[in-house]
Structures are given as structure tokens and as C-alpha cells.
């Protein structure tokens, strides 16, 4: 019988050959399968920038904070589904940015956003953390409105 001449060792061995055979037949077998997919046709984020003089910010009507309108004209094609979003940025130093919602130096900033008549508009807001009477900033404040537009994954 063949089984007389073959040892535990050549067995193991060649055992041990076909596993490996078995491995890099199964690996290529996988990475034969991947595919590249180029996406084309993708709208680029959008960046806005403005300067916001503190002349500009006025109290609301209930009196509690104070707010600034920033019309960004031809952005409202961003806007077409949920999915796409949007970033703002303060800076009261030119080129160092933080996003809002923010509470800086006692006061919170925050925002929202709209489309009208083919126009976005960015409307900011800045309010006491502890309640009281809203204060203007005194100096510029530099905004900066970074708009994604994003794919809804249906």
C-alpha cells in the first residue's frame, strides 16, 4: 500500500503545500475582484469669506442677542437637497478661524441659514452665555462659510 512509504512529515508537508496554494489562489482570486470607481461628476465645496464691521450687528427684537444678515447671491444651488451642509468660521485674528456654534469670550455665536429669491442667506448670531444684555463686538469680525454639497446615499 501507498500508505506504508508515505511519514507523518511528508504528510504535514504536503498538507502544508496546499494550504499555501489554497491561500494565494484565494488572495488573488480577491484582489482580482476589486474594482476602481471614479466618481466625475462631483460639484466641488464652495468658500465664502466676509468681513463684518460692528456697525453691522443689531439687536433682535426680543432683545436678548445681537445679529448680523450676510446675502451670498448665486450659492442657493447647494441647497437643492437635505443632505448637503454647511460650515462657518470666526476669526477676530485674520487667518486663525474657529467653527461656530462657539462661546468666545463670554458670548455665544451661532447661525442659520436660508434661501430666498435664488439668494443664501447666512444670518449669525451673538448673545450673552449668562442672559444678560448683548454686547457688539468692537472690532471686524472675519466669517468665513465653507458650503458642501453631499450626495443623500439613496
Known sequence: MFYKYLT???ILKTMKKLLSIACVALVVAALAS????YVTNVTP??????TITP???MQTTDGKSDSVSIKLPNASNFFLNDSDATLVYFSYFQGVYEQIP???????YSYFHY?????LYLVLY???VNGGTPVKPTDNVFVKLVLIPSD???
Do not use: D, I, L, R
Open 126 to 128: 451673538a448673545q450673552p
Open 34 to 37: 476589486c474594482k476602481k470607481t
Open 8 to 10: 507523518c512529515e511528508k
Open 45 to 50: 465645496n464652495q468658500t465664502f469669506t466676509s
Open 55 to 57: 456697525s453691522q450687528w
Open 115 to 119: 434661501v430666498s429669491n435664488g439668494n
Open 152 to 154: 443623500a446615499g439613496n
Open 102 to 108: 462657539e462661546v468666545y469670550n463670554g458670548v455665544s
